[in-house]
T-cell receptor
Framework: AQSVAQPEDQVNVAEGNPLTVKCTYSVSGNPYLFWYVQYPNRGLQFLLKYITGDNLVKGSYGFEAEFNKSQTSFHLKKPSALVSDSALYFC??????????????FGGGTRVLVKP | DTGVSQDPRHKITKRGQNVTFRCDPISEHNRLYWYRQTLGQGPEFLTY????????KSRLLSDRFSAERPKGSFSTLEIQRTEQGDSAMYLC????????????????FGPGTRLTVL
């Protein structure tokens, strides 16, 4: 069975400082990994995904994520956080097409609070 | 707006009543997914369709839940005899799968329907 862990319930960072949101995963075979962001009373908004290739993936709004196969991690990063980045962030994993269907399995989420 | 839309956005019902939610996917997206999200948790997969065929159902989807996508476009999720434990945000997502499904699709989510069962 596939699973995702987001070890931090909340991350606090000052505006302008680097932001990192941690994610580790477990899946059979090569993983497909995703990051989504959720603002209050809204659905999930896609940020970026890793399928294959370069371990550093660039996404929307200046976010990027680094895939590390040996550590089974896919941490989300932003070099300089904005107050508007304050939201709930979800990491998700999907098994390869030949295994376990097409569903996304999400972590429990990490709340990011960026203080001015 | 060409994103995923869901209706209603909020639903309050009494225990034992039936409710139905609608999802309209992004135009031409051939896959449609339903997830449930409870407060403080990540979304949990319920079911998905490719075109009009329902291809996978989670064990979370009890026999009180039924989903349809009759013409491969919009979908409905019905909950019969609602229980307080059904209170949650119900999220719909859609995606476009090509290349015989060898390239993983990106799921785009709607705003959700928040259900409160009293």
């Amino acid at each position: 069975a596939q699973s995702v862990a987001q070890p931090e319930d909340q991350v606090n960072v000052a505006e302008g400082n680097p932001l990192t949101v941690k994610c580790t995963y477990s899946v059979s075979g090569n993983p497909y990994l995703f990051w989504y962001v959720q603002y209050p009373n809204r659905g999930l908004q896609f940020l970026l995904k890793y399928i294959t290739g370069d371990n550093l993936v660039k996404g929307s709004y200046g976010f990027e994520a680094e895939f590390n196969k040996s550590q089974t991690s896919f941490h989300l990063k932003k070099p300089s956080a904005l107050v508007s980045d304050s939201a709930l962030y979800f990491c998700a994993v999907r098994a390869p097409p030949w295994a376990a269907g097409n569903k996304l399995t999400f972590g429990g989420g990490t709340r990011v609070l960026v203080k001015p | 707006d060409t994103g995923v839309s869901q209706d209603p956005r909020h639903k309050i019902t009494k225990r034992g009543q039936n409710v139905t939610f609608r999802c309209d996917p992004i135009s031409e997206h051939n896959r449609l997914y339903w997830y449930r999200q409870t407060l403080g948790q990540g979304p949990e997969f319920l079911t998905y369709f490719q075109n009009e065929a329902q291809l996978e159902k989670s064990r979370l989807l009890s026999d009180r839940f039924s989903a349809e996508r009759p013409k491969g476009s919009f979908s409905t999720l019905e909950i019969q005899r609602t229980e307080q434990g059904d209170s949650a945000m119900y999220l719909c997502a859609s995606s476009l799968v090509g290349d015989r499904g060898r390239v993983p699709d990106t799921q785009y989510f709607g705003p959700g329907t928040r259900l409160t069962v009293l």
